[in-house]
């Protein structure tokens, strides 16, 4: 299995976890990495025409975007599919190609993305850029990710601009007024990278940058990194908020100044006891956990016999500040730690299998759930059986 010490390898991940990650760029250099796709497996991936449309693939002259009329066939299918022919075409014509979320299709691509995935706590994907000499695809701008890019084909120089936008969520609208006000903002030149393959480019989220290609054609792929924010906690709170009856509560009118901030304080102390509870900690722990992909494995034609149970008796679910619990018929009380969307799932079921219970929840650990199912087991709650 893939880890993040090998991909960064001879870089030390933990300098680049403490002095580089979310702070400041870094060009790695990496004559001896094995770079994850070449041009023989991306055709092969572009020949998957079913995946490729006007939304998985996009073509570019100078940082503007194709018509999709150009190199797709418009029509009442939505989104257009992407016309092979009418692809090559572009590119002869130096049409710089951008092929999006190629870890669905490419299974060294996405080994990577699961890998930062797992990494960093984030949602992770992958891009390919393809360009030709002389080209920049794409003028001044920054991401609103982290980026890792990696060289795998060509060469490619990148400036970095000492500019950094604070921790953005919104891209910049389109059009050259946007282009210049970039341009105007992105400071002073940092650095260059010129990038060969094997190569890793960090940039955090916001950092300005560009890029332009040296030979005469370079590919590179961009494995995006997707971190939770505050503002990823909204739903969080809204749920936890609404099984508190002060936030239920009507709102006091707001012409009685006095009443509405004695109140709007309350609310307000509640939700800081709230989010510091265990249980709002675990519920974001879940949410993490669960951001990741799924590691899609066939062995067929082997079967994997399930590991089945039936519900014997009824458990109540029970959320507390100090963590979610299942209390048994009989008064015992079992912590349920992350395991408890399962858990929840489960006890509402006849029959359950324990790889269904996780496939349903990704957020779940497998051992944490099997370690719950048989104190669950124990206390009678649930027994093994088999399902024919």
């Known amino acids: 299995m893939l880890r993040f010490a090998d991909f960064l390898a001879p870089f030390d991940a933990d300098v680049f976890r403490r002095d580089y990650f979310g702070k400041r760029p870094v060009h790695i250099n990496g004559p001896h990495r094995a770079p994850p796709l070449d041009w023989q497996r991306l055709n092969e991936a572009l020949a998957v025409t079913p995946y490729w449309n006007e939304e998985t693939l996009k073509l570019f002259f100078d940082g503007r975007a194709a018509l999709r009329d150009n190199y797709c066939d418009t029509g009442a299918k939505t989104p257009a599919p992407a016309n092979p022919a009418k692809v090559r ?20 691509v996405g080994a990577v993305a699961r890998m930062l995935e797992a990494a960093f706590a984030a949602k992770a994907g992958a891009n390919v850029y393809c360009s030709f000499k002389d080209v920049r ?19 490619k120089t990148w400036n970095i601009y000492s500019a950094r936008a604070d921790n953005p969520v919104n891209p910049v609208p389109p059009g050259d007024e946007a282009e210049k006000w970039l341009i ?7 650095f260059q990278a010129h990038m060969k393959p094997g190569d890793i480019l960090y940039l955090p989220r916001g950092q300005y940058h560009d890029a ?25 709170l809204e749920r936890a908020a609404g099984r508190e009856s002060l936030f239920r509560a009507d709102l006091p009118d707001a012409r009685d100044h006095d009443a509405l901030v004695a109140h709007l304080s309350r609310l307000g102390s509640l939700l800081d006891a709230l989010v510091t509870q265990p249980l709002f900690l675990t519920e974001v722990l879940n949410m993490q956990r669960g951001s990741g992909s799924v590691e899609p494995i066939y062995d067929l034609p082997v079967r994997h016999a399930p590991k089945s149970f039936n519900v014997l008796r009824g458990a109540k679910i029970v959320r507390m500040k100090n963590g979610v619990v299942a209390q048994t018929q009989a008064g015992e009380t079992i912590e349920l730690g992350a395991t408890y969307p399962a858990v929840e799932w489960l006890l509402r079921q006849r029959f359950f299998s324990y790889e269904e219970a996780l496939a349903r929840h990704t957020s779940v650990l497998p051992d944490e759930l099997m370690g719950v199912l048989c104190a669950l087991a124990e206390a009678g709650v649930i027994g093994e059986t088999e399902l024919r």
């Open 89 to 108: 075409a572009l590119v002869g014509h130096g049409a710089s190609l951008v092929a999006n979320h190629i870890h669905k299709i490419d299974p060294q």
């Open 137 to 155: 695809a794409f003028p001044t701008h920054y991401d609103l990710h982290d980026v890792f890019a990696v060289q795998t084909e060509g060469e």
């Open 184 to 190: 105007a903002s992105r400071g002073e030149l940092l």
């Open 212 to 236: 332009i290609t040296d030979a005469e054609n370079s590919m590179h792929i961009t494995f995006w990194v997707k971190m939770s924010t505050g503002l990823s906690l909204f739903d969080l």
